[in-house]
C-alpha cells in the first residue's frame, strides 16, 4: 500500500501526506467492513508501530507505519497475534508484521473474494 492510514498515529516526523487515493480506498474497506486492520485492533492506541523507518547518519529522522495485516472479519476471529518483525536497515527500510492464524478445518463450501475499490 505505502501510505499510513491515521496521520496521528501512523506517521512522525512526515512533512507531507502523499497517496490519498490509496488511502481512501483502503479507509473504505475497512470503514465498510470489508476489512480489519487486525495490528491496529491488537494495538488501539500504540503509536509506535511504525514499519518504515528513514535514516540519516544512523539517526532516524521519519518513520510511519506502511505495512498492514488486513483481515476479513472471518479470518479476523480467527488472529491469535500480530506483532512487528524487526529487520535490520542493512536489509530493508521496512519492518514486518507477522500475523498467527488459528488453524481449523472449515466447512467446504464456494466463498466469494472481492477487494472493490
Known amino acids: ?23 481512501a480506498v483502503t ?3 475497512i470503514d465498510e467492513g ?5 495490528h491496529r485492533a491488537f494495538y488501539p492506541e500504540d503509536k509506535k508501530l511504525y514499519t518504515y523507518r528513514k535514516k540519516e547518519n544512523d539517526e532516524i529522522i521519519i518513520q510511519s507505519r506502511l505495512n498492514y495485516s488486513l483481515a476479513s ?18 536489509i530493508s527500510d521496512h ?14 463450501r464456494p466463498r466469494t473474494f472481492r477487494a472493490n475499490p
Open 1 to 23: 500500500m505505502n501510505t499510513t492510514l491515521c496521520a496521528t498515529k501512523d506517521r512522525w516526523n512526515f512533512l507531507t501526506y502523499n497517496h490519498r487515493k490509496s488511502r
Open 27 to 29: 479507509q473504505n474497506w
Open 34 to 38: 470489508d476489512f480489519i486492520d487486525a
Open 73 to 90: 472479519r472471518e479470518l479476523f476471529n480467527l488472529i491469535k497475534r500480530v506483532k512487528m518483525v524487526n529487520i535490520s536497515q542493512a
Open 95 to 108: 519492518n514486518g508484521i507477522k500475523t498467527t492464524v488459528k488453524i481449523e478445518k472449515f466447512e467446504d
